[in-house]
């Protein structure tokens, strides 16, 4: 592992070419603001798919880490983390392997189930197979396997009719994941290093929360501390962080759970947490004392790569 010896000069990446592009961008520039503000010399990149033109881009800012503000594919999911472990550049988050299984859905519950933690029963099928009628009895998630922010997924309940997957951008031959939908409460929970923050409870007037819900001004509203008994409330941060190290994540991570009764279950890791204005993990830090602004500095200041 190679850490930074010191900190001067931070290369800020977002935007990218992801569906997640737009709220990258935000984030990206909530990172750039906050770190000029601790005296950091910041340059941001909007991250081009030439990879040749980044690759110079990142060289031409001499930085002493990235800040990886990018969500999505290619930003989240392994790419970029091993182009700077080649480059022998310290990151902010997750290195490659614990990205890709992350952002890999069912190798992640694969991953959980051996750790001990509940998650949903699935079913994986192509495209073709979903569109042809009920993969699985109702009700069920559709979902793609690769994509985060909720982008694509799917509720089919009793009396709906099936969804139309044409928007996924798939082909019919392309494998997607049906899960057991868990009714209940949903949560989350920001680890930071090896510290879950808090729990949230998210409720949302949307049939569940999706890419509005999670970005949307008033799209969703966010209860912090839960309200949830103070043995349950642990038991969430006990099994976010437990799925932080099943993953093998650094850095920042955010859980994502589901409550039926009295079982949670685990929906999924996302190692590039959002950082706009309506963001989960900025929210739980300032709970617990932290500013945005010392948050982005730890993060820096933790930054890795496996050189």
Same mark, same amino acid.
């Given at each position: 592992? $190679?850490?930074? &010896?010191?900190?001067?000069?931070?290369?800020?990446?977002?935007?990218?070419? #992801?569906?997640?592009?737009?709220?990258?961008?935000?984030?990206?520039?909530?990172?750039?603001? !906050?770190?000029?503000?601790?005296?950091?010399?910041? &340059?941001?990149?909007?991250?081009?798919?030439?990879?040749?033109?980044?690759?110079?881009?990142?060289?031409? &800012?001499?930085?002493?880490?990235?800040?990886?503000?990018?969500?999505?594919?290619?930003?989240?999911?392994?790419?970029?983390?091993?182009?700077?472990?080649?480059?022998?550049?310290?990151?902010?988050?997750?290195? /490659?392997?614990?990205?890709?299984?992350?952002?890999?859905?069912?190798? !992640?519950?694969?991953?959980?189930?051996?750790?001990? =933690?509940?998650?949903?029963?699935?079913?994986?099928?192509?495209?073709?197979?979903?569109?042809?009628?009920?993969?699985?009895?109702?009700?069920?998630?559709?979902?793609?396997?690769?994509?985060?922010? #909720?982008?694509?997924?799917?509720?089919?309940?009793?009396?709906?009719?099936?969804?139309?997957?044409?928007?996924?951008?798939?082909?019919?031959?392309?494998?997607?994941?049906?899960? /057991?939908? =868990?009714?209940?409460?949903?949560?989350?929970?920001?680890?930071?290093?090896?510290?879950?923050?808090?729990?949230?409870?998210?409720?949302?007037?949307?049939?569940?929360?999706? *890419?509005? !819900?999670? *970005?949307?001004?008033?799209?969703?509203?966010?209860?912090?501390?839960?309200?949830?008994?103070?043995?349950?409330?642990?038991?969430?941060?006990?099994?976010?962080?437990?799925?932080? $190290? !099943?993953?093998?994540?650094?850095?920042?991570?955010?859980?994502?759970?589901?409550?039926?009764?009295?079982?949670?279950?685990?929906?999924?890791?996302?190692?590039?947490?959002?950082?706009?204005?309506?963001?989960?993990?900025?929210?739980?830090?300032?709970?617990?004392?932290? #500013?945005?602004?010392?948050?982005?500095?730890?993060?820096?200041?933790?930054?890795?790569?496996?050189?």
């Amino acid at each position: 592992m $190679k850490r930074p &010896a010191s900190i001067r000069r931070v290369a800020v990446l977002c935007g990218g070419f #992801s569906k997640e592009r737009e709220i990258s961008l935000v984030s990206g520039g909530a990172a750039d603001r !906050a770190l000029r503000a601790k005296g950091l010399d910041v &340059a941001k990149i909007d991250v081009p798919r030439d990879m040749a033109s980044l690759v110079a881009q990142i060289n031409a &800012a001499k930085p002493d880490v990235v800040f990886n503000a990018l969500h999505g594919r290619f930003g989240e999911d392994g790419c970029i983390q091993g182009l700077l472990d080649m480059m022998a550049i310290p990151y902010t988050n997750s290195g /490659r392997m614990a990205s890709a299984v992350a952002m890999d859905k069912p190798a !992640a519950k694969r991953m959980f189930a051996a750790a001990g =933690i509940p998650v949903a029963e699935e079913k994986i099928v192509t495209v073709a197979e979903a569109e042809r009628g009920d993969v699985m009895a109702r009700p069920y998630v559709l979902k793609p396997v690769n994509e985060g922010s #909720s982008v694509g997924v799917k509720i089919v309940r009793a009396g709906d009719n099936h969804p139309p997957l044409d928007d996924l951008g798939l082909g019919k031959d392309d494998l997607i994941m049906a899960e /057991r939908f =868990i009714p209940g409460r949903e949560v989350t929970v920001a680890v930071m290093g090896d510290r879950p923050l808090a729990v949230t409870e998210i409720t949302t007037g949307r049939d569940f929360y999706d *890419y509005e !819900a999670k *970005y949307a001004k008033g799209g969703s509203k966010h209860a912090l501390p839960a309200d949830l008994p103070r043995a349950q409330y642990e038991k969430a941060m006990e099994l976010s962080l437990l799925a932080h $190290k !099943a993953l093998g994540c650094r850095g920042v991570s955010r859980a994502d759970l589901r409550l039926d009764g009295d079982t949670f279950y685990m929906l999924e890791v996302n190692t590039q947490p959002g950082l706009t204005p309506t963001s989960l993990v900025p929210e739980q830090a300032n709970y617990v004392g932290l #500013s945005f602004e010392d948050l982005m500095y730890w993060m820096v200041e933790h930054a890795e790569c496996d050189a």
